[in-house]
């Protein structure tokens, strides 16, 4: 393979570590702690409801690394690991420090990579993780050393299958690196274990570019820093490039399936003029006629001082947050799974368009029928697996756009707007989701694959690997374990009640929202862009370690 030299010279960065996981693996000792406030991994409002379906796992403690003895930490050990769900920057260092961590525990320890996602513990499709090829992927984005996939471990027979590759594999414990669906799935999968006396850890590593896995014993879900900062980085050029050549409005679309984490670190790091927040939308029951006004307004004041540019961030699970459209993508939902044969055998797109609109109810109808034709369709493609729409593949920004833009010539012809408007839209997303993982990610990630194995060597099973205080630098991070349960609580989807990890949206309490909201109005109207630049690996610490605002403002910097 052809090797850029960035990438040949980031196989040999090395991750820094907490203090406690450096030196020699038997000092890392075990602490159990009770979380504050409750005897049990209680919590959720749901906690019965949890510990009914959780009895095996339910109402463990907190786990901390401290230093002190801890022989254990030098048994042999044969790991199975998964990548499951959206590529995130850091996916390789966690699978590197789980590596290096086994092996300094016992060179005799194996590791065995699960290719594809779930599915492949499930039919036991796996690679035996070398030091060899772990060297060739440390430091480097994507997921594809053993691949990634979206399926889920949810009937009987595929629980007894994957027990089965673990049995033959003589699998000591399974780490499963993933989102909040995945971790849930951990938990389910540590609970069958547990259950029926099989002696397998399962041990969740939190991962998304959203943002969205976090609470109080996870800071942040790792990739959301490098995500933010590559489109940080795009937006800043887009920024600039409006200033100079002052003609175009960029609508840009982040990704973020449901939180609007991404839009507003983006926001906070380069000031656009507008950024929307779906979490607000939603409280303050926004209709699509109202961010179009919203827009607008920022639109005609800044024509007024001769700026007829402008960046607007649009985030990409907006639609599902706007009250209509919610209630029409899940009328929607429900169709598609009702009459899914009838609507799969109709072949052109306006008999599929007829067909959901002659059944939506009254209001949802007229709504469908007022979008353009291209949303329309994207809003009946495919589902994912998980029944949701796929929200990255409708275009929104443009949706947007068309509205704006008719909105602004009804203005101009009633003699209240006098600018004018031309366009430009992006969206991204992929760009963000393999880059080189950032200095922090690269050293959160490899911390938590050695955390995680920390936690296996240490006999644990059904915790998520936690590494904290990350606002500090690496060495005074902490390490240590939260149990899954302890983030559950129950959620109706497809019908029934099930045990899920609670996803956390934009806090309009937050420091991150209020530090936006404090600025947002003096943005829509002058041009105070704001430039971050391409991450930087080598360099001054400020440049180089620097941490989210989004970490910043929620520990309180
Ligand atoms: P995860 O939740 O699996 O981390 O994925 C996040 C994400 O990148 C979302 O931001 C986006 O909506 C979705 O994945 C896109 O999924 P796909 O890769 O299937 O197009």
Same mark, same amino acid.
């Given at each position: ?113 699960? =290719? ?77 274990? =547990? ?143 009702? @009459? ?7 072949? @052109?797109?306006? =008999? ?162 209020? =530090? ?42």
């Amino acid at each position: 393979m052809d090797e850029s030299p960035l990438q040949k010279i980031r196989y040999e960065y090395e991750p820094k570590l907490p203090a406690i996981l450096r030196g020699s693996v038997d000092r890392i000792a075990l602490r159990l702690e009770e979380p504050a406030g409750h005897g049990t991994s209680g919590g959720s409002p749901d906690s019965e409801g949890i510990r009914a379906l959780f009895p095996h796992t339910y109402g463990k403690p907190l786990a901390r690394f401290v230093e002190g003895s801890n022989p254990g930490m030098k048994r042999r050990l044969t790991v199975g690991v998964i990548l499951s769900g959206g590529q995130a920057p850091g996916g390789h260092n966690v699978i590197a420090g789980l590596f290096d961590g086994l092996k300094k525990g016992n060179p005799e320890s194996r590791l065995i990579g699960f =290719a594809g996602g779930p599915g492949g513990l499930v039919n036991d499709k796996a690679v035996e993780i070398t030091g060899d090829l772990v060297d060739r992927y440390r430091n480097t984005g994507g997921f594809d050393i053993i691949g990634s996939g979206r399926d889920k471990i949810e009937t009987p027979e595929q629980f007894e299958k994957a027990a089965a590759a673990v049995r033959a594999r003589g699998l000591d414990a399974v780490v499963v690196i993933g989102g909040d669906d995945s971790n849930t799935n951990a938990a389910l999968l540590a609970e069958f274990f =547990a259950g029926r006396g099989q002696n397998v850890s399962v041990i969740g590593v939190p991962k998304t570019i959203d943002g969205d896995l976090k609470n109080e014993y996870i800071e942040t879900s790792f990739g959301f820093d490098t995500a933010v900062m590559t489109y940080s980085e795009l937006i800043g050029n887009i920024e600039r490039d409006a200033a100079s050549a002052r003609k175009y409005w960029h609508f840009i679309k982040l990704m973020g399936r449901s939180a609007s984490h991404i839009a507003l670190e983006c926001a906070l790091q380069c000031r656009p003029n507008i950024a929307l927040v779906s979490e607000e939308v939603e409280a303050r029951g926004w209709t699509l006629s109202r961010i179009t006004d919203y827009i607008c307004d920022a639109v005609a004041a800044r024509a007024e001082r001769g700026e007829n540019f402008g960046v607007v961030l649009v985030p990409e699970g907006l639609v599902e947050f706007i009250p209509e459209f919610k209630v029409l993508i899940s009328e929607l939902n429900d169709l598609l799974a009702a @009459e899914a044969s009838a609507f799969g055998a109709l072949g @052109e797109a306006a =008999a599929r368009i007829e067909f959901v609109t002659a059944r939506l109810s009254p209001d949802s109808a007229a709504l469908y029928r007022s979008l353009p034709g291209d949303i329309k369709l994207q809003l009946i493609m495919d589902r994912d697996p998980h029944g949701n729409v796929q929200v990255s593949r409708i275009e929104t920004e443009k949706l947007l756009i068309a509205l704006v833009e008719a909105r602004l010539a009804d203005r101009k012809a009633a003699g209240t707007y006098k600018g004018k408007f031309s366009w430009q839209n992006h969206f991204f997303g992929y760009e963000g989701r393999s880059a080189f993982p950032s200095n922090f990610d690269a050293d959160y990630c490899y911390s938590l694959g050695f955390t995680a194995f920390a936690l296996i060597a240490s006999g644990l099973s059904g915790y998520i690997s936690s590494v904290r205080n990350l606002t500090a630098k690496a060495e005074d991070w902490t390490a240590g374990g939260a149990p899954l349960t302890m983030m559950m609580n129950l959620e109706r989807r497809h019908g029934s009640r099930k045990p899920v990890i609670r996803k956390a949206l934009v806090d309009l309490e937050g420091g991150p929202f209020k =530090a936006f909201v404090a600025e947002r109005e003096d943005w829509a109207v002058r041009t105070v862009y704001r430039f971050p630049g391409a991450i930087q690996y080598f360099g001054p610490p400020e440049v180089c370690d620097s941490v989210t605002r989004t970490l910043e403002l929620e520990r309180g910097r």
